[in-house]
């Protein structure tokens, strides 16, 4: 398993970055039915957009309901370059947490409402530190620093939150956030397992957790965040503006039927799906290590949303957002696998 990225990863990250800014200040333009641009980040958390796209999923129901569909991928970190991304018009689909779902959905309400489409399931994610002292959040001191991708946007970052108002009250919410630093996932991983670095914490999602586990022996769990929310619910999941949904009602119903398609893939080819995903990534991730994380019985693929909207009333509650959700439907959009959601 390869910690470190080499200098080819470096230079690839290097000029997606470039490419992702140089889309972020691209002018708002008119998108025809047919055209598809999606917003990813690292982990397996994004399995069912890695095999649509090995698969050729949407395009394989876009031509069932009449339409070219040409699918372009952009890989980014942190929900806030996710939803500037969307907001500016350089992606349609944008994945992220649910955390930078809900910030999105009160900033855009009422104007662009923007709003989820889907889950991409249900995944256990980890606080991981590897200093012995920290046992519990209440350990972690000033001078340790936990990793996450955006301070106070992202679902790690939200969850962390909310754990904190738990134990310290709705006024100190936040009290963690001033030790916490944005890092993509892969280079707060390589920090985690070398140790000797100020990022002692690292909250995550899988793979990278699981590796942090078992390349540095002081590496322990902190934290759960189906401890946090009470049990399953959906970590990461896609969302779109009205405005693409309803002037491109082939091209998002081909979406959503691919993903569909992909769930039921996964559930019945485990190790197909490893496959693929090794393949998409281009990565070194232990292929056991992989298989154990999709047969984790906690690990579910389905996109109807599950557990989210506690997390949003909390974030109601403390002032994250200003309006407040009465349901999961008024931040996910009223499609049929929806009405089940939670």
């Known amino acids: 398993m390869t910690l470190f990225p080499s200098f080819k990863e470096r230079l ?75 907001l500016s018009g350089s992606v349609d689909i944008a994945g992220a947490g649910v955390g930078p779902l809900l910030t999105i959905w009160d900033r855009t309400y009422g104007r662009q409402n923007v709003r989820g489409a889907a889950s991409l399931g249900n995944f256990p994610y980890y606080l ?8 519990t959040i209440a350990d972690f001191s000033d001078k340790d620093r936990i990793a996450l991708p955006a301070v106070g946007v992202s679902v790690q970052s939200r969850v962390l939150q909310l754990a904190s108002a738990k134990l310290w009250g709705d006024a100190q919410y936040n009290r963690l956030d001033k030790i916490s630093i944005a890092v993509p996932h892969p280079d707060a991983t390589a920090a985690i397992i070398s140790g000797g670095t100020e990022i002692t914490g690292h909250f995550g999602n899988p793979p990278f957790q699981e590796q942090e586990l078992a390349g540095n022996p002081n590496a322990h769990i902190v934290l759960k965040s189906y401890d946090v929310l009470g049990g399953p619910s959906s970590a990461t999941v896609l969302y779109a503006t009205e405005k693409f949904r309803k002037d491109n009602p082939k091209t998002y119903r081909a979406f959503l039927d691919a993903l569909e398609e992909t769930a039921s893939f996964i559930r019945a080819n485990p190790d197909k799906a490893a496959d693929i995903y090794l393949k998409v990534n281009k990565g070194n991730t232990d292929r056991k290590l992989l298989l154990q994380i999709i047969k984790n019985p906690e690990v579910q693929f389905k996109i109807a949303p599950q557990n989210t909207y ?32 939670s």
């Open 12 to 86: 690839r990250r290097l000029l997606t970055a470039t490419l992702a800014l140089s889309l972020l200040g691209a002018p708002l333009m008119a998108r025809a039915e047919g055209q598809l641009r999606i917003a990813e980040q690292f982990g397996i958390v994004y399995l069912l957009l890695n095999v649509a796209q090995d698969q050729q999923l949407i395009e394989k129901h876009g031509k069932a309901a009449g339409v070219d569909i040409k699918v372009e991928w952009l890989k980014l970190s942190g929900g806030s370059a996710i939803n500037d991304a969307l």
């Open 128 to 135: 991981v530190s590897n200093n012995p002292k920290v046992k």
């Open 310 to 341: 506690g997390l949003a009333e909390f974030m109601h509650r403390v002032g994250a957002i200003k309006n407040k959700p009465a349901s999961v439907k008024d931040y996910f959009f009223d499609d049929p696998h929806v009405q089940g959601g």
